[in-house]
């Protein structure tokens, strides 16, 4: 039947076209179908309002518009196709697949329609239906744009980068100026690892449609993950302005408040999202963090719940599980949920310390050994890693292996943080590059072993060759940063890194530019860094953390007290550098109660600290009458590291005060 019709449009002259579309446009019927009914008039005007709707891009309002436009005239097969195209907008393939069927069964040709099957299939989570709907030979040619952009997305979704980027590309040949193909070609780069040019795609469908939620959404999305959580918000709700009951929408934007710390935000969007979308898994996620962070794990729990295990698999959804397990003493049950999270997330450090202190709390300190083994084992290590690896190793009787690892914590040596570390051995790293040179996959790992075994020209060689071909990957140029920070450069590393910076200012990036500006003396600099990177991230707390160090280098006590007091507040009692910063902060304003107050917390976390040694003893030291206390523990730091001149001439200050007190 479409196809028929759509012959004989063909078929006729320019002024008889003319009028025949004029007559569609006036009947309201986008997809030109006449079938079983054409509609009686309560119908039309339904259908007609949805239309006006649909054209102002409120799907929602004219969903319930074609319901009422069905619901008067069920055997209207364009109401039918038109309730379908809607649903898709609104991601529920299920009903859209009921509402073809209908149609179908009223006497469409489903040829007419497969890419739309295609798309619902694709939204239920079932790839192969859907490809087979999308690749059938009987789609019609003005649907075949269409049908061949939902293949990318189906082809993605069947783990198959391949045929998506040839379906990406007929798309683009059938359908240039879709500003939702150029969305999902802005995805397709973006998981390829190709942010330029998934910022450039994004770009031309803003510019093809400024008023695609889809776009605006997706732009917003590439900013967070470029410059930060605070750039994303402009587009966002200018996107809202548009469409203010966009569930997708809302989503990003309720998670992106939650990043930033504007939990209450986050709570208004969360709830109003259920309002809309009363099983959104998303929404009660969101929840449940903000009663896991307030510390009521029975009522996260709950919230957990009510995602009905849709979105267990997420690695953020595992992590909260697992912090809720813990949170209630439910050791074993945390392992499990972390032990996922990990599996899915090796690199993930944040995860391997939870899970090696699940174990260990629930007996099983060799597990945890193994566990935190590679991070203790590499350079960067967490200072709490090498802590709780001492622990465990404390728990398993090696005692001289436990006092050289908290040794390693008691001094902050987990060395400059780095990506570099080899999984396999060279020669067989170095047979696989030879076979792969333009796989990143394989030539990284090589990289890395040729970093570890101290060849550094030839690590900076292969590193300048991948992100030489690989321009628009941030991840290309940070590894060019670390090794020419390696071998000194730091001059090809600030350049590298600017590269990176551009592409993606990550946090990563950030602590690196911030390191080898210090390393420079370039502090001024390094300052700026950090206020730019915070300008979008105000609440990340390594850049909190390296902005109150620089007050406190540069001596404002007040500003650098109010930092860390913040960051205090927020992670608690428990951070040793946190706290010794805090006391040096009150010493220089001159409040030595507080000083030694909050001295003596961070010397109970970390005993052993020389940092924490010296700043508690300078505190002791403002009080006359604990001058001796303070003498004791300046010559525990000088003892722990005897060739810090700053902690020498700290000692001598203080033997001259208590010599002159006595007199």
Known sequence: MMHTLVHSLRARSG???????????????PTAIHGASEGNSEAREAFGKAEQFRARRDVRSARIELMNAIKADPQWIDARVAQAEVLLSLRDG???????????????DPAAVR???GHAYFLQGEPVKARDQLLAGDIPVRHQGYAARVMGKVALQMEDPALAGTAFNRAMELDPKNPDLWV???RFRADSGDQAGATNAVDEAVRLDPRNIRALQYRGEL?????????????????????????????????????????????????KIIALDGRNPRAFFMQAVLAARAGQY?????????????????PAVLLVQGIIEHGEGNYNA????????????????????????????????????DVLKPQVNRSGADPYALWQAGRALEAMDERSQAAGVLNRAAIHDSGRESALAAPAPLSVLQAEAGRNPDDARIVVPYIRALYDAGDLAAAFSEAKRLQQGNPGASAAHVLVADVAAAMGNYDEALDALGQARSIRFSEPVMLRMVEMLRAKGAMQQSGEVLAQYLNYNPGNIAALRWMAYSHLETESWSVAAHILE????RIGDNDALILAGLTRAYTGLGQTDSAIATGRLAYRVQPSSPVVSHLYGMALLADKARQRDAVSLLKKAVAIVPENEAYRESLRRARTLQRASRR
């Open 15 to 29: 002024p008889t076209l003319l009028a025949a579309m004029l007559a569609a446009s006036l009947i309201a019927l």
């Open 94 to 108: 299920l009903a859209a697949e009921a509402e073809l069927d209908r149609a179908v069964q009223l006497g469409l």
């Open 115 to 117: 890419h739309l099957y």
């Open 184 to 186: 999902d070609i802005a």
């Open 223 to 271: 900013l967070r993950f470029q410059f930060g959580l605070g750039a994303a918000l402009p587009w966002f709700e200018r996107a809202m302005e548009i469409d203010p009951n966009d569930v997708p929408l809302l989503t990003e934007y309720a998670a992106t408040l939650g990043d930033m710390g504007r939990m209450t935000d986050m709570l208004v969007v969360a709830r």
């Open 298 to 314: 029975g009522l996260a729990r709950r919230l957990m719940q009510q995602t009905r295990g849709v979105i267990d698999n997420v």
């Open 334 to 369: 945390a392992v499990d949920k972390f032990s996922r999270l990990v599996s899915v997330q090796p690199d993930n450090r944040q995860a391997q310390n939870l899970l090696a202190r699940s174990l260990y709390l629930a007996g099983s300190p060799v597990d945890a050994v």
């Open 566 to 569: 913040n960051l205090r507040k």
